[in-house]
């Protein structure tokens, strides 16, 4: 059974940094890529970051330059360094497993979701 857990948030002030970090059990996901999505109440479920299974990786524009995805395919994790955090951060983030080896902004181009964390940026 695949289960991924997603773990790091919490409170922090604007301008401060959290490190997400999402680790996958009952697979491996090597050949897979992965990806960060965060969502507020009442919003749809927004694409934040995504790491191929080769390393490449993209960014919405939004967090370009301030957070950074990465994954260590020894331990079956994916991470998600978050710097210069705003108040407009605070949303719960998802991590996921994509169907492909190429990472995608579209939702559904991921099969497995882990249960989500809650960031909180205070102004």
């Known amino acids: 059974q695949v289960q991924l857990v997603e773990s790091g948030g919490g409170l922090v002030q604007a301008g401060g940094s959290l490190r997400l970090s999402c680790a996958a059990s009952?697979?491996?996901?090597?050949?897979?890529?992965m990806g960060w999505f965060r969502q507020t109440p009442g919003k749809e479920r927004d694409f934040v970051a995504h790491?191929?299974?080769?390393?490449?990786?993209s960014y919405a524009d939004s967090v370009l330059g301030r957070f950074t995805i990465s994954r260590d395919n020894a331990k079956n994790t994916v991470y998600l360094q978050m710097n210069s955090l705003k108040p407009d951060d605070t949303a719960v983030y998802y991590c996921?497993?994509?169907?492909?080896?190429?990472?995608?902004?579209?939702?559904?181009?991921?099969?497995?979701w882990g249960q989500g964390t809650q960031v909180t940026v205070s102004s």
């Open positions: 790491i191929s299974a080769g390393g490449s990786t």
């Open positions: 996921a497993v994509s169907r492909y080896q190429l990472g995608s902004y579209s939702l559904g181009a991921y099969n497995y």
């Open positions: 009952g697979r491996t996901f090597n050949d897979n890529a």
